[in-house]
């Protein structure tokens, strides 16, 4: 409406002068009756009509659709204004203008049960006299006090935020006895002691001020608003185009494309084709001569909008529904993109064209796993299968990849989990062996994939583990991303005991903790330098640990 006026003030050489300035700082009704009273501002509403009408035969394909939808935010303010104000005629005048968008927008409920409706309250002085003289005095809506007189409700929310609250608040009938006919006494008595609060509160003088100012009346409140406004319309002028101009190509606000004449025609003649599909429906209907039955399926107008301008297709990937959108107009674009400069297209189409390249994003735009399953089955087929491990030989174990493995009896403890690890990697008979963890940092590349892996989980977030701790379910625990560098830490301080360092015999362990390593024997445990990895990933971490290690390494599978 901001940039009309403007756009309307800048077409008139002479206007009438209006100073809304005291009405905009301090808005009152006897400064708002003075001016809307005045000569000048009916001169000036009387062209200002004539400019619109002007702008809705004649205006841009843009400028009109815009004023339908500034035509919707009038009507849902009127019907606001209707119910706070307790307005009869009014009410029923934004009914009846609902209906034709109802019936546009396909919506069926409110078009098959509004036009009935709207009969009823018609036809109320004949029918129901008493009922149509206390909604023209503004009974239709309920005022709970003096100090707002814009303050009524609809009923149904009046009783809302009365009886019921009251009701299953504190001191309702919520948890007040278990016998029906005690809680029958509460509500039969429930208005009998509203009125006995009310004239306590009166008596002890704790009624509310009449003195009322809405908090977005408050000058303060208006010159914040109106400092918005003014960005808006500047972004609109500056950034997206200006729907007032005549020369407004009419394109979508959030995405740039132009709409066809299909989709031009249907928003801007979407209410005279909802009024025909409101006078079809009357004729076929509810008429003396109805050609089919009241209640059956309504057919949809189905117009075309913006959002039909971007084809949706669904392609289905291993039992997943992808939905892909495809722009209608990208073609056309790198077309004209071919004329202007010097591109060959042939070149240009052997190229992704969607936002991400494929080989790194999904169709959500999220990071595309790698397959390393592959990678692990071609060298799978070089492994000669033997009947003994080598002798001399260094074990290196995917910490992770064990303790997946595990099948932890529910109700034991971590304590029993860390001797059955300690088992599984000592197995082997090496004399050195090397257990590797994966490292788990807040901010990762692989974060998404785990967030993934969780949505469905529901086990429990362990912030530090004791051995006396029971697991109510290994798999759900370790389903939580959190929970595993927590198990790992704890893990390795248990290696790092003498009770396990014991039992190691002529063995010597190397394990990893983040980025740490440590070198663990029977005498001593102590942190090993040249080990110390920053990688996150224990496949690679791995491959530095048989480095080191030397001479013959082994995986156990």
Known sequence: MRLLLKEFESSFQSLPAVNLEQLKLDPNQEEFERVMNSHEFREFGDQFHVYVKGMKEKGSFLGRFWLSYLELCKLMLNLIYASRTGSWELYLSCIEEVI??????????????????????????????????????????????????????????????????????????????????????????VTRRGVYRKLLREHLSITPSQTYIHKALA?????????????????????????????????????????????????????????????????????????????????????????????????????????????????ARMALLGQSRQIDMKVVFTYPLGPLPWSLADPYGLPRKTGKGKLYQQLERRITVTEKYPENATSIFDGMAVLQKLKIPSGATFLVVTKIVFEVVTSTGSRRVDVVFDVYRDVSIKNVERFKRVSTSDGVHYKNILPAYTVKSWNKLLSVTANKPEIVKFLVSQRKTEAFRGRLGNRTMYVTTEDQCWRVDTATCEPVPELQCNHEEADTRMVLHARHAGGTCIIPL
């Open 100 to 189: 034709p968008w109802a019936f546009a927008y396909d919506r069926q409920s409110y078009a098959r049960y509004l036009i009935p409706f709207l009969d009823d309250m018609r036809h109320l002085p004949v029918r129901m006299p008493e009922v149509y003289t206390a909604f023209d005095k503004g009974h239709l809506s309920v005022q709970m006090g003096d100090r707002n007189p814009l303050g009524r409700n609809e009923a149904d929310k009046t009783i809302g935020n009365t009886i019921n609250r009251d009701c299953k608040a504190g001191g309702g009938y919520i948890g007040l006895s278990a016998n029906f006919a005690a809680t029958q006494r509460w509500v039969l008595n």
């Open 219 to 331: 000058p303060a409140r208006i010159k914040e608003d109106l400092k918005a406004v003014g960005k808006l319309v500047d972004l609109l002028e500056d950034v997206f185009t200006n729907p007032c101009k005549e020369d407004a190509v009419f394109t979508s606000l959030s995405t740039g494309i132009e709409a066809t004449t299909e989709v031009s025609d249907d928003l801007l003649q979407a209410k005279s084709k909802g009024k025909q599909a409101a006078n079809d429906f009357v004729v076929n209907r509810p008429s003396s001569n109805p050609t089919s039955d009241y209640f059956n399926t309504l057919k949809k107008d189905k117009l075309k909008s913006f959002k039909d301008l971007k084809v949706v297709r669904k392609v289905r990937n291993k039992d997943l529904v992808l939905p892909l959108r495809v722009d209608r107009d990208v073609f």
